[in-house]
């Protein structure tokens, strides 16, 4: 028999219908989330958002060893299903196929599996034997300007305008990582560095538009992995800043909800109360506690509802997602008491099972230590409510420094404050802070006064918990709110900048002087166990002199913060004897000054001394 062939034209059209089918595929799954997963994950279960033109009328099918279709679950809107996958752990790397069918319709997905690589140094974990340094990203350096504006976001870069775009990115971190190495912190956070695809005011992070995507204005999800990465290669550490209570009013599904309870929705625009005390009051009022957990924070932040359970799981996923992914050691959860604290709670179980010495600090703004102990509390509330939560931001602690440390303040605050440590689950792994992004910086908000900064510097690096500073404080950036102004640029982080304060000739020498004497305390913090372990044992104040010890049985540091205006020649230390027990000398870290015996010492006015005790 002849052997027949098909015309050219015909190939063509073939090669031509199948090109047109791909792409109408492509465009009918708009997004499929998380965009890939890896094998060998404790929990077993995976949920793949897909969105795409009504492909809630297709079943799912996958032929892969290991992996089965759980169910899927299609919601309000049609152009949403939820597909639930089980991956057992004989599940090997690999291309998933995902089969979508309706009818004589098929679409066909290939969706990654990847094995988990775990690095040197990869997860660490933090605790009190770090230092935490916050950092603005688009204030801090501009490592490549031909990223300042994109052409896939609105918000263009304009330096001029405060609340503005500065143009600060992943690469300005990483050109001056050195700095920071220097500088002697341990763990870097960053606001969040996730797109922000907003109009305007979007510098900051917190109007998320993708939970997937790196900001293209700050570089890509490769850059900052490239930042772990160089973190865990120079014994350092990296705090994720991930946000649950909302997203931005230009994420993708706000033109295309899933389902109108994906956002806490009201008749009119309404605000959150703000009012965090009310997530733990047990008099509360319900429409108290709905303004707190279902107002919105701003028009451009949709608040979201974590009472949806597919939004939970999605969530949830998500931040592990960007664990596994950058192996991360770390997680700062933005606004903690505003979301659903059932949904809270799951997400903290969730990570803790998947890294069970992981960190998660929760930022909960409560003034007072008895409001802040409902969230870190290692028994359940009298609610029956367990918030699994393993650390919180001290603002308690905080708002005390400044009003020891200000005008005419009394420094009896701070040994009240931690007096009340008895109602924490677990005090030692709270988050203590002297500034953040949020508040106006500490220097200013204590009248210019750079002894008392450098009091709340040996403050927040001795006493208990895991310390954290903020970017500039080091170089007496002072400035208060609005944000755009106390969120200023680190000079020398712009091309044309008139100096560069990352150098030492570029900074003043005042701004020297605070540098290297914070530096040298952390850098003497790095290998302190008596402050990554002791117990703090401290006295009353007298005279606005306070005095406590940081020790174990082999360590012991007292620190002496003298918060009054006058000189003591000779300062007795008689009354500390307890603690002194079996030391006989010690060595001032700040200074290197020894002292040969342990019976008086000389204090100068607003200063501090931290001696290392030898026997």
Known sequence: MQK???????????????????????????????????????????????????????????????????????????????????????????????????????????????????????GQGIDASDVIYLITPDRFANGDPSNDSTDDTIEKVNRKDENGRHGGDIKGILDHFDYIKEYGITTLWLNPFQENDQPAYSYHGYGISDFYKTDSRFGNNQDFKALVDKSHENGMKVIMDQVFNHCGSGHWWMNDLPSKDWLNQWEEFTYSNFTTIAASDPYVSD?????????????????????????????????????????????????????????????????????????????????????LSYWNNEKSNRNGYTPHVNSVSDYPLYYAMIEAFGKDGDIYKLYETLAEDFVYGNAYNNKVFNGNHDQGRMLGLLGDDVDKLKLSMVFTLTTRGIPQLYYGDEILMKKDKPDGQLREDFPGGWKGDTRNAFTASGRTDLENEVFNYVKTILNWRKKAKSVHQGKLTHYKPDNNIYVYFRHTSTENTMVIINNSDKDIQAFDLDRYKESLKGYSKGIDIITGKNYSALNTIQLFKNSALIIDLKK
């Not at 892969?64 to 597909?83: D, I, M, S």
């Open 4 to 122: 027949r062939t098909l015309p050219l034209v015909i190939i063509c059209a073939i090669f031509l219908g199948l090109f047109v089918n791909a792409q109408k595929n492509s465009k009918t799954l708009k997004h499929v989330e998380p965009p890939f997963w890896w094998v060998g994950m404790k929990n077993s279960k995976l949920q793949l958002l897909v969105h795409g033109d009504k492909i809630s009328d297709f079943s799912v099918e996958v032929t892969y060893p290991g992996v089965e279709v759980e169910n899927t679950n299609q919601v309000e809107n049609p152009n949403y299903l939820f597909v639930n996958l089980e991956i057992s752990e004989i599940t090997k790397p690999g291309t998933l196929p995902i089969l979508f069918t309706n009818g004589n319709k098929k679409i066909k997905y290939e969706y990654a599996l990847k094995p988990r690589v775990k690095k040197v140094n990869e």
């Open 287 to 371: 429409s108290d506690f709905d303004l707190l957990t279902k107002g919105w924070f701003d028009k451009n932040m949709p608040d979201l509802n974590l009472e949806n359970k597919f939004l939970e799981t999605y969530m949830i996923q998500n931040s592990i997602w960007w664990v596994e992914y950058a192996g991360l050691d770390g997680i700062r959860m933005d606004t903690y008491p505003y979301p659903d604290q059932g949904a809270m709670s799951n997400w903290m179980q969730a990570l803790t099972k998947e890294y069970p010495d992981f960190y998660m600090v929760a930022e909960t703004w409560a003034s007072r230590t008895s409001y």
